[in-house]
């Protein structure tokens, strides 16, 4: 059973900056894929960002240009640098696992989800 913890959320004005982390334990799969969901009150979890271990990753065009995927395979870590912040973005955020290659922003494709972070935004 793959666990997965978030850490790094927080609130922060407009225009600034947050770093997310999510470590994964309990699995020894050498490729999976890793990324970042999000949930708004009221609204429906959508993707945010995802990366394979190989390096191919995808965004959703609402944080391209501003968020950036990363990752450290020996640690089984990835990581979420969020800039320019926008009110908008403020949501609760949720790391997803899936071995194996995947890219889809369709949050049944993943079997593994953490407890999530939050990030306020305000104006």
């Known amino acids: 059973q793959v666990q997965l913890v978030e850490s790094g959320g927080g609130s922060v004005q407009s225009g600034g900056s947050l770093r997310l982390s999510c470590v994964a334990s309990g699995t020894t799969d050498a490729t999976y894929s890793m990324g970042w969901f999000r949930q708004a009150p009221g609204k429906e979890r959508e993707g945010v960002a995802i990366?394979?271990?190989?390096?191919?990753?995808r965004y959703s065009d609402s944080v391209k240009g501003r968020f950036t995927i990363s990752q450290d395979n020996f640690k089984k870590t990835v990581y979420l640098e969020m800039n320019n912040l926008k009110p908008e973005d403020t949501a609760m955020y949720y790391c997803?696992?899936?071995?194996?290659?995947?890219?889809?922003?369709?949050?049944?494709?993943?079997?593994?989800w953490g407890q999530g972070t939050q990030v306020t935004v305000s104006s």
């Open positions: 997803a696992f899936r071995s194996g290659f995947w890219l889809q922003f369709e949050p049944s494709v993943y079997n593994s």
């Open positions: 990366i394979y271990t190989r390096g191919a990753n």
